[in-house]
């Protein structure tokens, strides 16, 4: 007996928690479970090919609204060349229509929903006829004539009977390892399919100290909870924080889906003392409109969210990635960009609009007529149109969306981007009017290289500027691509440096230099910190416009530092240095 379960991941880096626990929790049945992933960026042909040679007996297919489309292809056409086989699915996107799914699609046999670990143990026992499969609950499966058969839903499982399912984190290198200790969530969040299990349930304590423990001495980058809110008890969130810090071996990132207004002072406090890159905290917010908020039964008081974000962020140790949602009820094009500036306002690492998705399960499906939702029939079911935004409304905010995720969350840009808002209305406005650039110079359609980017932008301020802030703009622009990396091909729209190579040179030579600069350099020769290594002559004072202030120099040198670097931006260090080799009248 040979069983394939199937992962159909949305990126590479991704891998699927819930194919490992089913294969670690099938009981003796283990060595027959071979797990497959793949992505959606690969050709289905592909796939097919890969699935049909491993000559399968049965093969099961983990479901969800970014692969469904892509599975159903891959999955008819292998029953075409291999009638034989098996084809089960699972997961949340089959859960909540198993009779329309199997009265749909004939080449599926069965199909899992609920929680599968127990699910699929008692599959596997009947696959090799030691039960039957009509006293399995939590499926629904074709008979022989062809009718179907849906069974009772399963309970849940108890999450601290469950095996531990990661043994080989050399299968994760360079992947994202994701987590959970609980499932189900308090709230009842209208757009979430986890409003709908009422009922929260945690893996013992102790079990989660031995597994996290493996994570960091196999010093995995990254281990993501999918805890839908970490936070909702105290006690046990707090007892796994202090576990990770007190076991802290400077090399692990935990990532956390929090409630933020929860959060108390004690926990705060508590926090601000983690090393800087020791988590991540993600926090939706949704929405800052209070109608919105009842509407879809967020219970948040955006003022005391606020409040927390700001005081995470004061403490310079953890990123933070806020979410926003277009498309909620009650909330039209310019209550939306109220909302953004809101969260906007509070800079997170991170700033994501997202779109509603009308999901199927969900109570703001059963509410799609009285809140005028039109959205795209097929996954992921996206919101088009309500009654408050048009689709013209959607295209803009999508177009938006683009500009934010290539400058905002590139982090590429922090420091022109901030410069730059003051000479428009809102932040909103100047994306805005940066994706109708984007639109109007026909550069929307075409990938763009990172610099690319850069003259773009620097393009586009442009038209807002006059010369004296031109060229402030220009020197802010190189601040920022020299702050995350030490390019070699400098791009032709920065100043030239030609005329002070010969006093960068002495500067790297001198032993004064090397005594007042160079911690962490002592074993690189000169030439070698100076490559690994940039100096840049401004003439503005840098430092004080980014601070805010007017700036009373006339010219800065900065040297970027890149062995020593912020662990949460990535930045490098930068330091003021003093080049007295440049004279003022070639410097002027």
Request: glycine share 4%.
């Amino acid at each position: 007996m040979k069983i394939l379960l199937v992962a159909v991941n949305a990126k590479y880096i991704h891998s699927n928690l819930a194919v490992y626990s089913l294969k670690a929790n099938c009981g003796k049945w283990e060595s027959q479970v071979e797990l497959m992933e793949y992505s959606i960026n690969q050709y289905p042909e592909d796939i097919l090919q890969s699935l049909y040679k491993k000559q399968a007996d049965i093969v099961c297919f983990s479901c969800y609204i970014w692969n469904i489309q892509m599975i159903e292809q891959v999955a008819e056409w292998l029953k075409m060349v291999a009638p034989g086989i098996q084809i089960w699915l699972g997961g949340p996107e089959v859960s909540f229509d198993v009779k329309e799914r199997l009265e749909k699609w004939s080449f599926v046999d069965g199909i899992m929903y609920g929680e599968g670990e127990s699910t699929f143990g008692d599959l596997m026992a009947c696959w090799n006829n030691t039960t039957d499969a009509e006293a399995i609950d939590g499926i629904g499966h074709r008979h022989s004539d062809g009718t179907v058969d849906i069974h009772p839903p399963r309970d849940f499982v108890d999450m601290s009977l469950l095996n531990f399912v990661y043994t080989r984190p050399e299968d994760f290198e360079n992947k994202i390892i994701y987590y959970e200790t609980s499932r189900g969530c308090p709230f009842q969040c209208s757009y979430c399919l986890s409003s709908v299990e009422k009922q929260v349930r945690f893996r013992d304590t102790e079990l989660v100290k031995e597994e996290l423990q493996q994570f960091i001495d196999w010093g995995i980058p990254q281990v993501k909870f999918v805890d839908r809110t970490f936070n909702c008890r105290r006690e046990h969130s707090m007892e796994i924080l202090h576990y990770i810090k007190e076991h802290d071996r400077g090399k692990t990132n935990f990532h956390f889906e929090i409630t933020a207004d929860l959060l108390t002072e004690e926990e705060l406090v508590f926090m601000a003392g983690l090393r800087p890159g020791l988590i991540q905290l993600e926090i939706g917010v949704q929405s800052t409109n209070p109608e919105t908020l009842k509407a879809i039964r967020r219970h948040v008081s955006f003022e005391k969210l606020s409040e927390i974000v700001r005081r995470i962020h004061q403490s310079k140790n953890i990123h933070q990635h806020l979410d926003l949602i277009a498309g909620l009820p009650f909330e039209g094009l310019e209550r939306f960009k109220q909302s953004f500036n809101d969260v906007y306002d509070l800079k997170p690492e991170q700033f994501q609009l997202g779109f509603l998705k009308v999901l199927k399960g969900s109570y703001m499906r059963e509410m799609a007529e009285e809140y005028g939702l039109i959205y795209r029939p097929e996954p992921p079911y996206e919101v088009l149109a309500t009654n408050w935004l048009s689709y013209e409304d959607i295209l803009a905010l999508k177009a938006v969306e683009d500009m934010v995720e290539v400058y905002y969350n590139s982090r590429q840009f922090e420091n022109s981007l901030e410069w730059l808002e003051k000479y428009f209305s809102s932040a909103f406005d100047m994306y805005e009017a940066l994706a109708d650039y984007y639109e109007k110079e026909g550069l929307k359609e075409i990938s763009h290289s990172r610099m690319s980017r850069y003259k773009i932008f620097l393009d586009f301020a442009g038209q807002y500027l006059n010369q004296e802030n031109q060229s402030v703009f220009r020197q802010l622009l190189t601040y920022d691509l020299y702050l995350r990396e030490n390019v070699k091909s400098r791009p032709e729209w920065a100043a030239s440096q030609d005329m002070y190579k010969s006093a960068y040179v002495e500067f790297f030579r001198k032993d004064e230099s090397r005594g007042k600069y160079f911690e962490g350099y002592e074993a690189y020769t000169t030439k070698q910190i100076q490559r690994m290594t940039h100096v840049e002559h401004f003439n503005v004072d840098i430092p004080a416009i980014i601070r805010g202030e007017a700036g009373s120099r006339k010219s800065v040198y900065l040297w970027f530092d890149y062995l020593h670097r912020d662990p949460l931006t990535w930045r490098s260090q930068t330091i003021e240095v003093t080049i007295d080799e440049i004279d003022e009248e070639r410097e002027s």
